[in-house]
């Protein structure tokens, strides 16, 4: 079949194909457990659903503007006030559909065919495949020092000529860490001084432990300018467990938000009117389900790094934030996607393979659902990577007996 070279050269999404794996054993009835998922397991907020209900039941669903609708960009101007300290306009914010889209029409409005973008690793799985999606490359920055914590000379020695941006996303996906108000602020200053957008995918921002704080670039940036390059995206699917709704958003420049609102006008216009007035009910709603959901990410969180120390050959950065944790399980198996294939195949497991975070050795696992999924998930990986462990497991009232060394 004839395809474009850009299209061939997009690899499949590795989490959507875990997922549907998952959902396969889950119907043949296997008792599979998933520490590999993205999203929080509590009800979005009440009023996101009677602010759609009520929308529902006009009956009058029609197109909302390309960038949003005025409730919704006012929503996102509050947002940006409370929790950014800086008053914007609404030829500032577009609103997209999921913090995805928002991430990828920013892109395809300052990505040349060939320009690069740089990001730290580890790194979320589609930042390398968007830009391609551009025409351009994205390129992992590995923090010298091995550690989950870049720094500036990181970056310093891969800019050249084609460098066009920097992503910056903390707390990150997939290691949990919050980079540092003085990384954040010698980015932002560097990014000024090189003239290179910086992109702050902030996502995670609220879901925050032990009063650790994800730093606002705002604070550092010297150019308030309409000539600013700083992005900022966020979005309701982490905070609001709004997944699904898909709605996410962009706050910058009036001249960039003008460029991406032309791009996403064509590809998709704006997003669904019904779930806009979702996004809006939730943000300007009571906010303790958020709370709530933090309090609960950080206890999921305890637990998991209590019971992953237990192993003797795992090496674990605790998370700041998120609902992840990047755990080292080199000792056992040097090639992750093998190992995340033979816990799925021993135990019915379901983690993710570092390699496609862009450290290999590594897993990614989730503590965004139950305590009982967690703590039973970890028994059984350290039943099969611990030969100490008996030489049987009952997982209900099936048996499994080590027949491997
Ligand atoms: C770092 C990061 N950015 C952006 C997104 C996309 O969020 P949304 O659901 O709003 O498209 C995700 C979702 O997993 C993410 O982990």
């Not at 959507?16 to 008792?31: H, T, V």
């Not at 949990?176 to 090189?194: L, M, N, P, R, W």
């Not at 791009?263 to 009571?286: D, E, Y």
């Not at 050795?361 to 100490?388: F, P, Q, V």
Request: glycine share 8%.
């Amino acid at each position: 079949m004839s395809l474009s070279e850009i299209a061939k050269g997009i690899s499949p999404s590795p989490t959507l194909a875990l997922n549907e794996k998952f959902a396969i054993l889950r119907e043949k009835g296997d008792p599979v457990i998933h520490l590999g998922g993205g999203e929080p397991k509590s009800k979005a907020p009440m009023e996101a659903i009677m602010a759609t209900v009520a929308h529902l039941n006009t009956g009058e669903i029609r197109y909302a503007p390309a960038d949003g609708t005025r409730e919704m960009k006012q929503a996102v101007i509050r947002y940006t006030e409370e929790y950014y300290g800086r008053k914007v306009q609404p030829e500032n914010v577009m609103i997209s559909s999921g913090a995805k889209q928002a991430l990828m029409v920013a892109m395809q409005a300052i990505l040349n065919p060939q320009e690069e973008i740089l990001f730290p690793a580890p790194y979320w799985v589609s930042y390398p495949e968007m830009p391609k999606l551009a025409g351009a490359i994205g390129i992992p920055v590995y923090p010298e020092d091995g550690s989950f914590y870049p720094r500036l000379q990181d970056f310093e020695q891969r800019v050249w000529p084609y460098t066009k941006a920097i992503i910056l996303n903390s707390p990150n996906n997939p290691s949990g860490v919050i980079y540092s108000k003085e990384f954040v602020a010698e980015v932002v200053e560097f990014c000024e001084k090189k003239n290179l957008y910086l992109i702050m995918d902030d996502i995670y921002h609220r879901l925050v432990f032990e009063g650790n704080k994800a730093a606002n670039a705002y604070e550092f940036a010297k150019d308030h300018s309409e000539n600013s390059k700083l992005i900022i995206i966020n979005g309701v699917s982490k905070q609001y467990a709004m997944t699904g709704f898909r709605i996410g958003w962009a706050v910058a420049s009036k001249k960039l938000i003008e460029t991406m609102t032309n791009i996403q006008g064509h590809q998709t216009s704006g997003p669904s009117i019904l779930l806009q007035k979702a996004a809006v009910g939730a943000m300007n709603g009571i906010q303790s389900g958020v709370e709530n959901l933090r309090m609960t990410l950080e206890n999921n969180r305890n637990i998991m790094i209590d019971y992953l120390k237990s192993f003797e050959g795992v090496h674990v950065t605790v998370p700041q934030g998120t609902f992840y944790c990047l755990a080292d399980f080199s000792n056992y198996m040097k090639d992750s996607s093998k190992l995340s294939n033979f816990l799925i195949d021993k135990v019915q497991v379901l983690t993710m393979p570092g390699v496609e975070f862009g450290m290999e050795g590594h897993l990614r696992l989730s503590y965004c659902g139950s305590i009982k999924d967690i703590t039973e998930g970890i028994e059984r990986m350290k039943w099969a990577l611990d030969l100490n462990s008996p030489n049987e497991l009952y997982i209900g009232d099936r048996k499994l007996v080590r027949d491997w060394t």
